[in-house]
């Protein structure tokens, strides 16, 4: 190890120890052990540059053991990212910069949100997707716009989790030669050797998924080694790369390579003896030598040369494709086509009948064609979501002749999982916008990733058909029952849930607009009619009043979602034969109905108006919005949707008689208690 | 192929086509290419009878591609199973016994709920595990009570998830040699060919985890290497065994080997060839020769044998073992211990201030000692969810060293999904009681097994710690917001968040007392003082008033759970210091008290008195019981916890400061209106 690097490694060591200890909170042991690989990483390879960390073909760097984080941040500081010396003596602080794991859109430089365990490795494969389909579709001979690696960190931990096996299995499928990936081999996980439960051939199973592999035995001083397994992995480049580093967590601790310096700070002491173990000053804290900066800044200052070559070149590139070069600027500023919404199909009630699904693939058609940033795909349903385009073509290697690099339909396989992380990954990159099909009860097996869509404020588009019990005869192992309450508890996730053809349409036109949040579509699989005066600017209220089937003054207001604003429908019409009169809600976004202006709300919801909620999926959380609930509280049943329909009673006869006995109770105490959506206070 | 052999599986064959055909809906094209493997695994192999699917130590089959379950349900017919050729005939319609997936407790035989992908051959891993245990605990020389295998049937489907791997690798890590794979490799899942996405080597994937693997080229014709592969995987003893099985998906159809197969019935005229093809009169359905159900019966005939074998040296073992006889009867029947409860810890409020983690930590300790049948463990954070009690031994191979099999402590590795679906096998099995921790948050990484859990009945308990902001440093990442809302949305999942020693006690009553529901225990990181009036009573009814700290004739009542419950009583203190009177209750399970009668929940939430909630989570859902809400409606933040809580109002300052508002104004209004939790309606 040359004196430079040896400084350098060993001043990420001492700082990390500090970070964590000033915080008295995080974990000092795996940035330790991981300093020499990412500083390998980071000097010999990394084009990045502190000043833009949005220049578009900067390599992307992921911790997936996120929980190293002090690492990242100490990495980020030292080539001058908007992150201090200050931001580092805040770690793990509210209001920081550097929160306990690392957050993308929060703190400068960091690509992906990771720290729950197998998202970092996962979302790379997005991240690296992303990059093959943007050099496919906008390199030309002599103008390599995009050809920027991927690099992770992870660990055991991540290696274990299901999402890792998922993603990464479909990573070596699609050969993405521009993923290498540093698995941090220290043998040691919370509940101490991992030779307690994690004893399986690693590499062996890489290789079975068609990565190629590689060791370095000696990670916490070869630091040769490390750069020559890195340099092999590039040429390789029709797989993915993993190298098995062999380290020592905690490096230089009194406790290295124990679990105990994995998830607690070090003792004073032991930071005074790793600091003169390493020839720095015990009694100082926070130590950066102007060598080690330096040495940064020179990486960042790589950065910014490749940075303006790449403006030079695409200025080039944009006189001689004029039009290309636009939509490669549109696309990295993340700019939708203008007047792309010309394309929404819109609806009359003479339209057929048709399955929410189908009116998505009915959109879907019309929106591939005039958002070519569109990456759809999905987990091995296309039949089922309808999620695929007539002229869609795959996403493939070309070498397996089944499609091309330029391709923007995503075979994920069997994996929602890794799916969802890798639209997490496609989202994060800058320049396509992922969307991807599976059931919505099957969202949960994704909700690991689903929830970091949310929290990274990415715009993901989840099209989640067979919505219901209305999927029928699969029965209750199929049948969503709880995952709208999910979904609608989650901060800055949007629940999208349209009646008919017109909504599907609001739905897309929300979905897409709003570039800072997640979506879930909620899509039948069984037909529905089109609704008299349903609009797309309605949904983009979330709820409001179905005008032309409303009565004026009404005793009592139905509001429903999806399938079952028609069971409201008709339930109304059963009322009114019995001189009742009625109001008809549809709710298809509760989130963005709470975002309306208290007026708006009770316009829609009345005071002193009974509320009739309708929604084949759990009660719970109905209760802001209605006094009395038709919907579901235990799972559903297998058989055709008609009959699970009326063996539930959520059918237009129970709605009416709830709605009769509803205004009859009220009568009898007197008053129509305010529901809580209405209240103005605090 | 012999004769019978033939006629056997043609029979599947034809009956399956017919099912499907009559339910309209299904998928007739596994069943009919697994035939030849489900056959000759029952006729050489499996000792089970159809006169009594509870026999303790009969062979396990789970069928993990769930929805060839036609496949099944014909198996499970011809054995005698409680299910009809008329159940045959009512296939996937509501009330049958013959829904669209297998499920557990519904269904006459069937072991585990299958279905959703990846879950079966997870839960057979827990299957495999609780046979391993119940032998080493209690099989003596001469005295082989729990000797059974578990036999998978699995499809590229399974092979894909992400639960599958998790669970996978630990169990070739745990050497489980009963356990044994049938892998129909037919290349074909619902988006075609598996080309498309799954082109990994299973087999060597499988090596990497300690596997057993073997081939069979033929598995549509060739019964005798299907029967020897069998067999030698059975002489393995030290490993699983996966067997791939080449076959052709929908044999017999004309649309063999094709997607097309899969999902839908085949047409009238294909099975009419179809049958045909196979020697059967075209004009007949739901046609069963005498020969095969002769066949099916005679293995039936052969676990009856075997049944009253095993209960004759059951009756040997309890005369010479008679502590141990008794302990396996018990075990077997499902009944806790007489007494157990006295075990639980009981507190006062002047017992020190402690984490709700570590009282159960606490209770673990005691519980572990008085019932032998807990089996605990942690997806790798054992001294986070503190799961491990003092005396415990690990369940491992005890050639590892570590451990042995009769040891009760699992460790799961970073595998919350695996855990979760483990813990569904380990409760299916009879005779013990799984337990598995993790943070709550990583509670969804599982929810896919976990809601499986609810819908099969099964007694797993969630020992989920770091259950709210109050985690705090680790951050958004790790802070649970809507996970709760999940919880309480899903029909028969209890959700229990104590809010100290007392009810954490009351919460584990709860938890092991109902055997038809799995529990969800939220717990905290953070200490939490003991109450005055909190009781394991009191859990039991779901929510209660803490009688010692209220005042008569309220003007709000203060409601929270776990660690706010603490903040509600310094918020009450707070009000009271203003002259105003409070009524605190604590809510530790929304689910039990919504299942109490409506008078009581009446005399908790005193209708005319205004309601305020605090839980630091999610808000969503709190409206059916409170008219304003303490919480969360966006992610959290990183950061020591007391800020965090400051950072996001959830103080006893800013709950008094919510109350006071609520009291003003619906003083304003001039009533407070009612509560949908207390209408008495429909």
Not at 594 to 622: K, M
Request: proline share 5%; charged share 20%.
């Amino acid at each position: 190890m040359s004196d430079i690097d040896s400084l350098s490694v060993n001043t990420i060591r001492t700082l990390a120890a500090d970070v964590v200890r000033q915080a008295n909170s995080g974990h000092p042991g795996a940035p330790m052990g991981c300093a020499p690989m990412a500083h390998v990483l980071f000097k010999n390879f990394m084009i990045a540059t502190g000043n833009d960390s949005h220049f578009p073909n900067r390599d992307r760097f992921v911790l997936s053991n996120g929980h190293a984080c002090a690492l990242q941040y100490i990495l980020l500081h030292l080539m001058g990212y908007k992150l201090t010396m200050d931001d580092l003596k805040h770690f793990r602080q509210v209001g920081s910069l550097t929160p306990g794991h690392p957050e993308t859109k929060h703190t400068d430089g960091i690509e992906v949100t990771t720290g729950p365990l197998g998202q970092g490795i996962s979302s790379a494969v997005g991240l690296a997707i992303a990059q093959k389909h943007m050099g496919a579709t906008f390199n030309k001979p002599g103008f390599d716009l995009f050809t920027n690696h991927t690099y992770v960190i992870l660990g055991d931990g991540c290696l274990q989790e299901g999402v890792q096996a998922e993603a990464c299995s479909l990573a070596g499928h699609l050969q993405l030669g521009n993923l290498i990936a540093l698995y941090d081999d220290n043998h040691i996980t919370i509940d101490g050797d991992t030779e307690v439960s994690f004893t399986e051939d690693v590499l062996k199973r890489f290789e079975a998924y068609g990565w190629h592999t590689l060791v370095v035995s000696d990670g916490d001083h070869d630091l040769k080694s490390i750069q020559q397994a890195i340099e092999q992995a590039r040429q390789v480049t029709d797989k993915p790369s993993l190298i098995k580093i062999r380290t020592t967590i905690g490096f230089g601790s009194l406790n290295q390579g124990q679990e105990k310096v994995h998830g607690s700070p070090l003792t004073d002491d032991d930071i005074v003896q790793v600091k003169q173990k390493f020839g720095f000053d015990p009694s100082q804290k926070f130590v950066v030598p102007q060598q080690v900066y330096d040495e940064y800044h020179a990486i960042t200052a790589r950065g910014d040369k490749a940075k303006q070559a790449w403006m030079a070149l695409l200025e080039q590139y944009c006189a001689k494709y004029p039009d290309l070069g636009a939509e490669v600027k549109r696309r990295i500023q993340g700019k939708l086509p203008t007047g792309w919404h010309a394309a929404l199909p819109r609806y009359t009630p003479n339209d057929k009948a048709d399955a929410t699904r189908k009116l998505s693939e009915a959109t879907i058609n019309k929106l591939a064609e005039v958002i070519p940033e569109l990456i759809g795909g999905s987990a091995d349903l296309t039949g089922s979501n309808n999620t695929r385009w007539k002229t869609a073509v795959d996403f493939q290697p070309p070498s397996t002749g089944l499609g091309d690099w330029s391709g923007r339909y995503m075979r994920y396989g069997v994996r929602e999982h890794g799916m969802s992380a890798i639209m997490n990954g496609l989202a994060a990159y800058q320049g396509v916008i992922p969307f991807g099909g599976t059931f919505l009860n099957f969202l949960t097996y994704a909700w690991g990733a689903a929830r970091l869509s949310a929290l990274s404020k990415l715009r993901v588009i989840y099209v989640m058909t067979h919505d219901s019990i209305g999927l029928g005869e699969d029965g209750p192992t199929h049948q969503p029952i709880e995952i709208l309450a999910l979904t609608r508890a989650t901060p800055n996730m949007l629940t999208l849930r349209p009646a008919d053809g017109n909504e599907t349409s609001g739905a897309y036109f929300v979905a897409l607009e709003r570039d800072d949040r997640p979506a879930v579509l909620a899509l039948t699989r069984q037909n529905l009619p089109q609704l008299d005066g349903s609009s797309i600017e309605g949904v983009c209220k979330g709820g409001y009043v179905l005008e032309p089937m409303s009565d004026p003054q009404p005793q009592v207001t139905l509001v429903g979602t999806g399938s079952e604003v028609s069971i409201a429908v008709e339930a109304a019409a059963q009322l009114r034969a019995k001189g009742i009169k009625v109001r008809l809600v549809s709710m298809p976004c509760t989130e963005l109905f709470d975002e309306q202006s208290h007026s708006y709300r009770q316009s829609v919801f009345l005071p002193g108006v009974p509320v009739v909620s309708v929604e084949a999926l759990s009660t719970f959380g109905w209760q802001k919005y209605s006094h009395a609930q038709v919907g579901m509280t235990t799972f559903g049943a297998s058989g055709p949707y008609k009959d699970v329909y009326a063996y539930f009673k959520i059918t237009p006869e129970h709605t009416a008689e709830v709605a009769r006995g509803l205004i009859e109770y009220f009568k009898q105490i007197g008053h129509v208690p305010d529901l809580s959506s209405q209240f103005t206070l605090v």
